[in-house]
């Protein structure tokens, strides 16, 4: 058998043409031509933080379901005639509205978009449909231990911040009715801080014209909403929160991370995924495919607006959770403790350069990357700032990262699981308190 070759250079990152302009309503827009198909990318951004969740969760569901001249279906049959089709959703942050469609049909599309934006009209019976809906996938997400997990956890992170529940009770849900989203968006929905991006085969300059001939009108009331920043995670007992009867438990695993533009950022990304940020990771190799605990553990940076936060998850038998506890403890301690050898880094380095090229390749994915950074103040030339930073990161940055940033005496620790069956081996370990 031939050994495989070894990994050509990685090719610096080539930055499309880029275009933006801030419309005097306060929307900033902007246009990136990648014209491999003769389609456009339609990312419009718009901060909705610290939103009554139950509404906001509905508007996002119903944004497109009707104004007063047209239909939900009219409005799904107008965007098809260019191909196109438009969807919403919210986050804790904003709320995202995504869509595509024949290049030629951009504008079509901006005025159909700019017609819901200042006219979403909110009809009775389609709120109705959408809100039975919405409680049922909410139902739904109740009875499944990976939203349970991740509602404790957050409620663990974040204590009293706005971030600790992100998803809406089904009784709050059920009671929204279509005036109060009318009033939401009216004051929520304004160009103010919005920024749209479109990425395709087309003209920057025109697009910009475009959009302002169509979205320049729109002008919405209302006022900017900001989030405290995110408090700092403080380790402690780990939460136990009882699954009666489960034969797995949902491990999660928390602890302190950087935002993008920090000087730790690129070693801490390496530092994670030699963790468990890939297939190849020691957490991965550990208790996946020497000992066979788990199938999928995972670990990643979440960066919010509000703060980041380092997340290892994984779903374990219920036999093996403190011995799976145990293994995580050792993975992080072994990368605070010891640095990690070159050929390692390097293959960790090359999956991170590697995926800043991907995310890059597609107009679909070049659209999201742009309308994620934008929402952190950022643009597509700090993708080549990172990926130098990241070629540049030492072995001993990379260490000092670990030991900074992933200490198992820094972490926050939730397990969902029947605890008749886990406390005592978790308590054999470290602290426990129930939820």
Same mark, same amino acid.
């Given at each position: 058998m031939?050994?495989?070759?070894?990994?050509?250079?990685?090719?610096?990152?080539?930055?499309?043409?880029?275009?933006e302009r801030r419309l005097p309503n306060g929307l900033t827009v902007i246009a990136i031509r990648r014209p491999a198909v003769p389609l456009v990318e339609v990312r419009l951004r718009v901060p909705f933080a610290r939103t009554h969740l139950s509404r906001a969760a509905l508007l996002s569901q119903t944004l497109f379901s009707g104004t007063a001249d047209l239909s939900t279906v009219e409005i799904a049959?107008?965007?098809?005639?260019?191909?196109?089709?438009? /969807?919403?959703?919210?986050?804790?942050?904003?709320?995202?509205? /995504?869509?595509?469609?024949?290049?030629?049909?951009?504008?079509?599309?901006l005025e159909l978009l700019g017609e819901v934006l200042s006219g979403a009209a909110y009809?009775?019976?389609?709120?109705?449909?959408?809100?039975?809906?919405?409680?049922?996938?909410?139902?739904?997400?109740q009875s499944q231990p990976s939203h349970l997990a991740r509602v404790a956890l957050l409620k663990r992170i974040y204590g009293k911040h706005p971030?600790?529940?992100?998803?809406?009770?089904? /009784?709050?849900?059920?009671?929204?009715?279509p005036a109060q989203l009318r009033a939401l968006h009216g004051e929520r929905l304004h160009p103010a801080g919005a920024t749209l991006v479109l990425v395709g085969d087309l003209t920057p300059e025109k697009a910009l014209d475009t959009a302002e001939r169509v979205l320049g009108t729109w002008n919405g009331g209302g006022k900017q909403v900001d989030l405290?920043?995110?408090?700092?995670?403080?380790?402690?007992?780990l939460t136990l929160v009882d699954r009666p009867g489960s034969?797995?438990?949902?491990?999660?695993?928390?602890?302190?991370?950087?935002?993008?533009?920090?000087?730790?950022?690129?070693?801490?990304?390496?530092?994670?995924?030699?963790?468990?940020?890939?297939?190849?990771?020691?957490?991965?190799?550990?208790?996946?495919?020497?000992?066979?605990?788990?199938?999928?553990?995972?670990?990643?940076?979440?960066?919010?607006?509000?703060g980041s936060a380092f997340v290892a998850a994984a779903e374990v038998a219920t036999e093996v959770t403190g011995p799976a506890l145990l293994e995580t403890y050792y993975e992080l301690g072994r990368l605070a403790s010891l640095p990690p050898k070159e050929e390692e880094l390097e293959q960790a380095r090359q999956y991170a350069l590697g995926t800043l090229q991907l995310g890059m390749s597609t107009q679909a994915g070049l659209a999201t990357l742009a309308s994620t950074y934008a929402g952190f103040g950022l643009r597509?030339?700090?993708?080549?700032?990172?990926? *130098?930073?990241? *070629?540049?990161?030492?072995?001993?940055?990379?260490?000092?990262?670990?030991?900074?940033?992933? *200490?198992?005496?820094?972490?926050?620790?939730?397990?969902?699981?029947?605890?008749?069956?886990?406390?005592?081996?978790?308590?054999?370990?470290?602290?426990?308190?129930?939820?």
């Open positions: 031939k050994a495989l070759p070894a990994l050509g250079p990685t090719r610096k990152l080539k930055l499309p043409k880029e275009s049959a107008e965007l098809q005639k260019v191909g196109g089709g438009l /969807s919403a959703g919210v986050d804790p942050d904003r709320l995202m509205i /995504s869509g595509n469609g024949l290049v030629s049909g951009l504008e079509r599309i009809p009775v019976d389609e709120v109705a449909t959408e809100r039975d809906r919405l409680a049922d996938r909410i139902q739904v997400a971030y600790a529940v992100q998803t809406p009770e089904v /009784s709050q849900v059920q009671a929204v009715r405290p920043h995110t408090p700092p995670i403080e380790p402690g007992p034969v797995q438990s949902s491990l999660r695993v928390a602890l302190p991370a950087v935002d993008r533009t920090h000087p730790d950022h690129a070693a801490l990304q390496l530092a994670n995924l030699l963790f468990g940020g890939y297939f190849s990771s020691r957490w991965v190799e550990n208790i996946r495919e020497d000992k066979g605990y788990t199938y999928g553990p995972h670990s990643v940076i979440e960066h919010n607006e509000a597509l030339n700090y993708l080549p700032e990172y990926a *130098a930073r990241l *070629a540049a990161t030492t072995l001993d940055e990379v260490a000092a990262a670990g030991a900074e940033y992933l *200490a198992p005496a820094k972490t926050a620790v939730v397990v969902l699981g029947d605890a008749e069956r886990v406390e005592a081996s978790l308590r054999a370990l470290t602290a426990v308190e129930t939820a």
